[in-house]
């Protein structure tokens, strides 16, 4: 099964804010499964309903995060802050509130929503291609514009139709 559509398959991310750092905090994330896609348009759909109400939009995007998220790796303590990683929905959201700034959220929901390709990766996907496959393309596409000529015929078997025809022909007049 691909790994993007394994429910249990993970990937881990490190927030653009912290990967200058020391042992950075790592977010581990997974891969929607249909159900939880399913959630996800639901959010989207409420999302575009909120319009500019921020509050419902932090909640929104705060769910989004939760949906996604299974764990992390060297979150140090905040302050009062528990930084071990919660069971319950409810008590991650709030956390999560706690946590993370208004642009680590929205890097986090993205590569989420993204499935663990971040900006980086796309940046990578948008590069130019190491072979120059124009040549090939080129020829291809060619092949496929090209007539369509019939085969040509060896002169050798060029008599064998003629002489089936009168054998054709031979056989009609007698019957």
């Known amino acids: 099964m691909p790994i993007g559509t394994s429910p249990n398959s993970t990937f881990p991310y490190i927030l653009e804010s912290d990967r200058d750092r020391d042992n950075p905090p790592t977010f581990i994330c997974k891969y929607f499964s249909v159900k939880e896609s399913k959630q996800f348009y639901k959010l989207h759909k409420k999302q575009e ?14 769910e989004i995060i939760v949906l996604g998220l299974v764990g992390w790796e060297n979150m140090d303590p905040i302050g009062k802050v528990e930084t071990i990683f919660p069971a319950d929905k409810e008590e991650l959201s709030d956390l999560l ?5 208004v642009d680590e959220v929205t890097d986090l929901m993205g590569v989420i929503i993204d499935h663990g390709v971040n900006q980086e990766d796309k940046k990578k996907l948008d590069l130019p291609l190491v072979s120059d496959t124009a040549v090939s ?15 040509s015929i060896p002169p050798s078997l060029c008599d064998v139709p003629i002489a089936a025809e009168k054998a054709v022909t031979t056989v009609k007049t007698e019957a």
């Open 137 to 151: 393309a080129k020829t291809a596409k060619a092949l496929i514009n090209a007539p369509i000529s019939p085969p």
């Open 49 to 62: 309903a909120a319009g500019d109400d921020v509050d419902k939009l932090f909640d929104i995007f705060i």
């Open 97 to 101: 509130m706690e946590l993370l700034t």
